[in-house]
């Protein structure tokens, strides 16, 4: 991978009920996406890829995948939660790294702004606000484009259809209900994230600080995802 290895930081976000999770660090995100398309173009799968994009584009006003590289800092995630088996409620997130939450809040909310615009909406149709108390509050986002994240970063991050996201600290989180996105949020606020879960620390323990790629996957939690 012609990357430099980066500190994965993640398991920061990701709830302690995840069972497998991968990443990718990128020190040179425009170079990913640049090694991307060569293989999509030794694959001849460049012309469909290209296409989607720019379809996307024309339509939205948008400009992918150069907005998001305005904003992207250093690591993308795909992670699986099976959730509780009997309730069927298991969900996935893909998560990016940005360089400021504030800049990729302006710029993520433009975004949706610009397809509410084409598509004749109100903005408000596409956002909810979760409040935990009076004090404090997070704007959760839909982003009308199904598999998003797959169509800009390839199938390796595919298991999203529906796009829902917030922006929390330095990262962007996506996915596929507002009801996993607030999951999510419960378990970052009372601190119980994957990497306060004893079974992930004693796996991270034993590896470099820092990588290129991580993949993680607890067997016992699995059942649901594999």
């Known amino acids: 991978i012609p990357q430099s290895p980066q500190r994965i930081m993640a398991d920061e976000f990701l709830p302690g009920s995840v069972a497998s999770f991968y990443t990718l660090s990128l020190s040179d995100p425009?170079?990913?996406?640049?090694?991307?398309?060569?293989?999509?173009?030794e694959q001849g799968l460049y012309?469909?890829?290209?296409?989607?994009?720019?379809?996307l584009n024309t339509t939205?006003?948008?400009?992918?995948?150069?907005e998001l590289l305005e904003i992207m800092d250093n690591e993308i995630s795909q992670a699986f939660d099976p959730g509780n088996p009997d309730n069927g409620d298991g969900c996935s997130y893909f998560l990016m790294r940005v360089k400021s939450g504030t800049q990729a809040e302006d710029k993520l909310s433009s975004m949706v702004a610009r397809i509410a615009a084409?598509?004749?909406r109100p903005v408000s149709n596409y956002t909810t606000l979760f409040k935990l108390d009076n004090e404090l509050s997070y704007k959760i986002y839909y982003l009308p484009v199904r598999k998003f994240s797959a169509k800009v970063f390839g199938s390796l991050f595919s298991a999203l259809d529906e796009h829902y996201f917030a922006i929390l600290d330095n990262y962007v989180v996506f996915s596929?209900?507002?009801?996993?996105?607030?999951s999510l949020i419960h378990s970052l606020i009372l601190n119980k994230t994957l990497a306060n879960d004893a079974a992930f620390r004693e796996f991270k323990n034993n590896l470099s600080p820092r990588s290129n790629l991580l993949y993680y996957t607890n067997l016992s939690k699995a059942q649901g995802v594999y």
Request: proline share 5%; no cysteine.
């Open 30 to 41: 425009a170079r990913y996406f640049t090694d991307f398309q060569d293989l999509l173009r």
């Open 47 to 55: 012309t469909p890829y290209q296409n989607t994009l720019s379809s």
């Open 60 to 66: 939205y006003g948008i400009r992918l995948p150069d």
């Open 118 to 120: 084409v598509e004749s």
């Open 176 to 182: 596929s209900s507002v009801e996993s996105i607030k």
